[in-house]
């Protein structure tokens, strides 16, 4: 089994940066597209954005757009979120998610076979 492992996650103020890392284990890691999620307390887990097998990446949120970017070294088997001018409502549980399939599929968790544990980030104003 695919073990999933976030980190990186902490409390900064708007504006701010924060660069999150995600390990995974247990598969061959080049065969795995790669997502990272979000749920805030009360509300539902969303996707934020996605990166296939080859690199190819996909925003799930409209959002983060110009703000958040997802990367990966197979070499390191470790995928990575930066984010850059952190807004408030940024905060939120962030997930490190995979499946073995080879492009981004839709936002849906569902999609996803293995998760991490979750890293805290908040974004105070």
């Known amino acids: 089994q695919v073990q999933v492992v976030e980190s990186g996650g902490g409390l900064v103020q708007a504006g701010g940066s924060l660069r999150l890392s995600c390990t995974a284990s247990?598969?061959?890691?080049?065969?795995?597209?790669m997502g990272w999620f979000r749920q805030a307390p009360g509300k539902e887990r969303e996707g934020v954005l996605c990166?296939?097998?080859?690199?190819?990446?996909?925003y799930y949120v409209d959002s983060v757009k110009g703000r958040f970017t997802i990367s990966r070294d197979n070499a390191k088997n470790t995928l990575y979120l930066q984010m850059n001018s952190l807004k408030p409502e940024d905060t939120a549980m962030y997930y490190c998610?995979?499946?073995?399939?080879?492009?981004?599929?839709?936002?849906?968790?569902?999609?996803?076979?293995?998760w991490g544990q979750g890293t805290q980030v908040t974004v105070s104003s």
């Open positions: 990166i296939s097998r080859s690199g190819g990446t996909t």
């Open positions: 247990g598969l061959t890691f080049d065969d795995l597209t």
């Open positions: 998610a995979a499946v073995v399939r080879a492009y981004c599929p839709r936002s849906s968790s569902s999609w996803y076979n293995y």
